[in-house]
């Protein structure tokens, strides 16, 4: 990804990665669904926004679906931009509107049960 995002004008590669995490409550896993037919738009659209807002000169986003374990990448971001501030900026703002936006449920599994993460915002409900 961040050999795709290397531009001979840009001063600055950013790159995000989220990973599933135990939080201290026994997380062994996570189930992550995705209504794709809805989330490739979106996706696109929060990419394109983002190059708009923080002329960013590359954008790469993958994000995975299906069960996954602790310390495995959830999602990775490649911001490159002809400064660091506006990468950083441009990275931060794709993975914030990626958590309210986009379709995609993430389902912890634990030691002692499941339970489906509550989406951060969509469309204005949480």
């Known amino acids: 990804m961040v050999k795709r995002a290397r531009n001979i004008e840009a001063g600055a590669i950013v790159t995000f990665l989220g990973t599933v995490r ?3 409550n026994g997380i062994e896993g996570m189930e992550l669904e995705a209504f794709r037919e809805a989330a490739l738009p979106e996706l696109e ?3 394109d926004d983002a190059i708009s ?3 960013l000169l590359s954008v790469q986003i993958i994000h995975r679906i ?3 374990a602790v310390g495995d990448n959830i999602v990775a971001i490649v911001c490159s931009a002809a400064h660091r501030d506006e990468a950083f900026q441009g990275c931060r703002y794709i993975i914030e509107e990626l958590k ?3 379709p995609i449920w ?3 599994i634990a030691k002692n049960g499941e ?3 509550e989406q951060k915002n969509l469309g ?3």
């Open 66 to 68: 299906g069960s996954l």
């Open 45 to 47: 659209s929060i990419e």
């Open 124 to 126: 204005g409900q949480t």
């Open 100 to 102: 309210a936006k986009a």
């Open 53 to 55: 807002r923080f002329g």
């Open 22 to 24: 135990d939080d201290g």
């Open 106 to 108: 993430k389902k912890e």
């Open 115 to 117: 339970r489906w993460v």
